[in-house]
């Protein structure tokens, strides 16, 4: 079952906008690692941040101190709120759940959320 990001879209520089990621059939989804993804055209996808089981947060220095990644557990969703954005934030972005070896995801990827950044 692919993740389903929401609430990308258009915005101008030093906007902000929040997305959410639904983590569809987890049962078990406050003990798993997630993290936030994005892929600019014409490069590879790359990893923003990322939200541990326990709370721990970690991000890219490229959007340290502007994003933030958060989670309910109750509710299977994991947010990334972006403020500050960027031109250069401009991208398609996916949530998934981190794989136990570095750099793997259990779930396919989805459709992703466009976010585009005017400046």
């Known amino acids: 079952v692919q993740l389903q990001a929401s609430g990308g879209g258009l915005v101008q520089a030093g906007g902000s906008l929040r997305l959410s990621c639904v983590v569809p059939?987890?049962?078990?989804?406050?003990?798993?690692?997630m993290g936030w993804y994005r892929q600019a055209p014409g490069k590879q996808r790359e990893l923003v941040a990322v939200?541990?089981?326990?709370?721990?947060?970690n991000y890219d220095d490229s959007v340290k101190g502007r994003f933030t990644i958060s989670r309910d557990n109750a509710k299977n969703t994991v947010y990334l709120q972006m403020n500050s954005l960027k031109p250069e934030d401009t991208a398609a972005y996916y949530c998934?759940?981190?794989?136990?070896?570095?750099?793997?995801?259990?779930?396919?990827w989805g459709q992703g959320t466009l976010v585009t950044v005017s400046s």
């Open positions: 939200i541990s089981s326990g709370g721990s947060t």
């Open positions: 059939g987890r049962r078990f989804f406050s003990r798993d690692d």
């Open positions: 998934n759940i981190r794989g136990q070896f570095p750099g793997t995801v259990l779930r396919s």
